[in-house]
């Protein structure tokens, strides 16, 4: 067990420390040690993602960090993919996301699907300047547990709105969660247009996700 306990520790620091090269060698020993990949990536890889999260949000960690800890996980889940058993990783939840029509910025948005993936949920990132047509074909094609919306434009705000209405049109809305972020957002605003959340930043809107997730298991 201390065995087990200390190559966890590894990936887990090897995340907060963007070592590639280091993870590689953990996941292969993890799996040498007999470990299982899925709780190689849940209780090593992923909580080292939860300590980069954190420390983005204390401003200790900046945005060139959070990338290069999220391509330092994809290296380690790489070696320990081929030993996932069929649909084992990223069945916590499902969420699609994206940033609304006419607002162009994405920073915030990538952060939280990094840090989603890294929580074991399957993001279907429908990327910038998405209508409130594609939210609704999405949540119909994908069935998703969660719907996520950024604007950075308080012009932009309004069409998070238009989403919601849309999906309730279409029957959808009490089949998913909404959670909205973005910097001009509050709380009263998310609670006017009929979402169910807001997230002042993306370390907690990964913690609501995973709460909302965990009660419907």
């Given amino acids: 067990m201390p065995r087990r306990e200390e190559i ?28 299982p990949a899925y709780d190689a990536i849940m209780e090593g890889m992923a909580k080292g993602m939860e300590i980069v999260g954190r420390k983005y949000e204390e401003g200790e960690y900046f945005l060139a960090e959070l990338i290069m800890a999220g391509e330092t996980m994809k290296e380690g889940v790489s070696v320990l993919e081929p030993y996932l058993r069929s649909g084992e ?65 308080t012009t932009t705000m309004i069409n998070m709105k238009k989403v919601v209405e849309a999906l309730k049109e279409a029957g959808l809305k009490d089949k998913v969660k909404i959670i909205v972020g973005g910097a001009p957002l509050t709380e009263e605003f998310a609670r006017e247009i009929g979402a169910d959340g807001y997230a002042p930043d993306a370390v907690l809107g990964v913690e609501i996700c995973k709460k909302w997730v965990s009660v419907k298991r």
């Fill in 89 to 153: 990783f990223l069945r916590i939840g499902k969420v699609v996301i994206g940033t609304v029509e006419g607002d162009l910025h994405d920073i915030g948005k990538n952060i939280v699907v990094t840090l989603l993936s890294a929580s074991g949920f399957e993001v279907i990132d429908l990327g910038v300047d998405v209508s409130a047509d594609k939210f609704v074909e999405a949540v119909k094609q994908y069935k998703p547990d969660i719907v996520g919306m950024s604007a950075l434009l």
């Fill in 8 to 35: 966890l520790a590894r990936l887990r620091d090897c995340i907060v420390n963007f070592d590639i090269d280091g993870i590689k060698d953990a996941a292969r020993e993890a799996i040498e040690a007999g470990i």
